[in-house]
């Protein structure tokens, strides 16, 4: 029989090693933003979608939602300050437009996955911008998909960050996926993507005083496998190189900028996206594309500001490529919004948006679409 003394001793220890060892630190974050938007001409749905424009272009329509509203998990280790993890949801898992019927009676969204990541301090694995990305010179827009020319990616990677005074070193291996178009569009399905490596990428930041400046690359290996011919397969090496920033000018101006350049750059780039090359019966051909944006914020005072905000992309396709339907060409896209900071936490904004996208027929759409939004931050 167990005597009560040792039960009460071994509680103690127990109650003492569990009161040691404290669980992590959890904070939540986030926002709720709702959007107001009214299309002038042209459609794209509840954010920008430039590959799509054209697709159907009702005019004078009103759409109001919540779907950029975002939760943030963050774990803060008590044993190890440098040992951190994030998770990080929105709601636009179905894309630029809500699935059908969605907005008849519960106007219900779907989660979508962000980021969700470990972080050590120097090695990050998990799914985060891509290390190609700078997403700190992001213009402010209010539209959700941003300006044309930006590199917009997340995925998963692993990643090495090695920092000493206000330099920042990093490099990734990044989750690879072959983006392509086809000439013969039914033949696309003769073949499947084959990614045996993974994206590298190298990041170069230098911060300064007034700000910072970012030099970054990648290469990738384009790969396809025909699926109706087994000894037939298609590779090619794709790189691609970009330059962005973030300078504070005085006490009332921001500047932001990007500029990127690629041979096979394809998703890289937000607008290129499935334009890193083309498949014709005699092979896989990587396609030049280039873009960036500049963006100007001029701050009024504490409470009011407003950004300027220019982007474009070109994506060279030869002449001699035909195809069954018209490939997306150049892509511009200019941003104006006024935003009025309600207090630290809340803001209202009132913004125009203008796109263009141009095909390889020299067919032109156009967007033209106000957004009212506010933001509350938790």
Same mark, same amino acid.
Do not use: C
């Given at each position: 029989m167990v005597k009560?003394?040792?039960?009460?001793?071994?509680? !103690?220890?127990?109650?003492?090693?569990?009161?040691?060892?404290?669980?992590?630190?959890?904070? %939540?974050?986030? /926002?709720?933003?709702?959007?107001?938007?009214y299309q002038l001409s042209g459609h794209s749905g509840d954010r920008t979608d430039y590959a799509t424009l054209g697709q159907g272009e009702p005019t004078n329509t009103t759409r109001i939602h919540a779907r950029e509203s975002r939760v943030r998990a963050s774990w803060q280790s008590d044993q190890h300050s440098s040992l951190t993890a994030v998770l990080e949801l929105d709601f636009f898992a179905e894309g630029?437009?809500?699935? !059908? $019927?969605?907005? &008849?009676?519960?106007?219900?969204?779907t989660p979508r996955l962000r980021l969700a990541y470990i972080d050590t301090g120097?090695?990050?694995?998990?799914?985060n911008w891509s290390n190609f990305v700078d997403?700190?010179?992001?213009?402010?827009?209010?539209?959700?998909?941003?300006?044309?020319?930006?590199?917009?990616? #997340?995925?998963?990677?692993?990643? @090495? *960050?090695?920092?000493?005074?206000?330099?920042q070193l990093s490099v990734a291996a990044e989750n690879p996926q072959t983006d392509y178009v086809s000439t013969e569009p039914s033949a696309q399905s003769? /073949?499947?993507?084959?990614?045996?490596?993974?994206?590298? +990428?190298?990041?170069?930041? %230098?911060?300064?005083?007034? $700000?910072?400046?970012?030099?970054? +690359?990648? /290469?990738?290996?384009?790969?396809?496998?025909? *699926?109706?011919?087994?000894?037939? !397969?298609?590779?090619?090496?794709?790189?691609?190189?970009?330059? !962005?920033?973030?300078?504070? %000018?005085?006490?009332? *101006?921001?500047?932001?900028?990007?500029?990127?350049?690629? #041979?096979?750059?394809?998703?890289? *780039?937000?607008?290129?996206?499935? @334009?890193?090359? @083309?498949?014709?019966?005699?092979?896989?051909?990587?396609?030049?594309s280039g873009g960036g944006y500049l963006a100007y914020q001029y701050r009024f005072d504490e409470r009011w500001r407003s950004n300027l905000s220019l982007g474009t992309v070109?994506?060279?396709?030869?002449?001699?490529?035909?195809?069954?339907?018209?490939?997306? @060409? &150049?892509f511009t896209s200019l941003h104006f919004n006024t935003i009025h900071q309600l207090s630290t936490a809340m803001y209202i904004g009132l913004e125009y948006a203008l796109v263009r996208r141009v095909l390889t027929n020299q067919q032109t759409h156009w967007l033209r679409r106000i957004q009212l939004s506010t933001k509350y931050r938790f």
């Open positions: 009560k003394p040792f039960l009460f001793a071994l509680s !103690s220890v127990l109650i003492s090693t569990s009161a040691n060892a404290a669980p992590p630190q959890l904070s %939540l974050s986030g /926002y709720i933003k709702v959007d107001a938007l630029s437009s809500p699935s !059908s $019927g969605s907005e &008849k009676i519960a106007n219900g969204a120097h090695w990050q694995v998990g799914q997403a700190t010179s992001f213009p402010e827009t209010l539209d959700f998909a941003n300006e044309a020319g930006q590199s917009m990616l #997340r995925q998963s990677q692993i990643r @090495y *960050t090695y920092r000493h005074a206000n330099w003769d /073949y499947n993507s084959v990614d045996p490596l993974f994206d590298m +990428s190298a990041r170069a930041r %230098l911060t300064l005083s007034s $700000g910072h400046v970012s030099l970054q +690359s990648v /290469y990738r290996q384009l790969k396809l496998d025909n *699926t109706t011919q087994s000894n037939q !397969s298609e590779t090619e090496h794709a790189f691609g190189v970009g330059l !962005s920033t973030k300078l504070t %000018l005085g006490s009332n *101006t921001t500047l932001k900028g990007y500029l990127g350049y690629g #041979r096979g750059l394809g998703r890289y *780039t937000q607008e290129a996206n499935n @334009y890193a090359a @083309y498949l014709t019966p005699t092979g896989l051909n990587l396609l030049n070109h994506i060279s396709h030869p002449k001699s490529i035909t195809s069954d339907s018209p490939l997306s @060409y &150049k």
